[in-house]
């Protein structure tokens, strides 16, 4: 299993994420935005990033490109979860909201067997 940073301004939708991650057998690490989320992921170099688009402070499109524009974040697969999914053009993977627990797991586990694009 790996390590997965959930990254959402909504702390009920990261408590959701986190529980069911954490059943399926993950380690969860949370972020409340984009900026808190790249702290994170220096420090705990997680396997997969599960981010929403829209948040305060530095949004999930500016995260998810600052993480690409880095050779040392760059390979990190990301699932974008979020109602305007449409924007995430630098997310390996999206789920729209509302989603489903089975399609959250399988989409996360794909990510964290198969690497970015499927390597």
Do not use: C, Y
Request: cysteine-free; aromatic content about 4%.
């Amino acid at each position: 299993m790996g390590t997965i940073l959930v990254v959402d301004d909504e702390p009920d939708l990261r408590f959701l994420m986190r529980r069911i991650l954490t059943r399926a057998g993950h380690q969860v690490v949370e972020a409340g935005n984009g900026a808190i989320a790249l702290d994170t992921v220096r420090q705990t170099r997680p396997d997969l990033v599960v981010t929403d688009v829209m948040m305060p402070v530095m949004g999930g499109v500016e995260f998810m490109r600052r993480l690409r524009s880095d050779p040392a974040t760059a390979t990190i697969p990301i699932l974008s979860v979020s109602s305007d999914w449409q924007l995430a053009v630098d997310a390996d993977a999206a789920l729209a909201k509302p989603w489903e627990r089975a399609d959250l797991v399988a989409a996360a586990e794909r990510l964290l067997r198969e690497g970015r694009d499927g390597q």
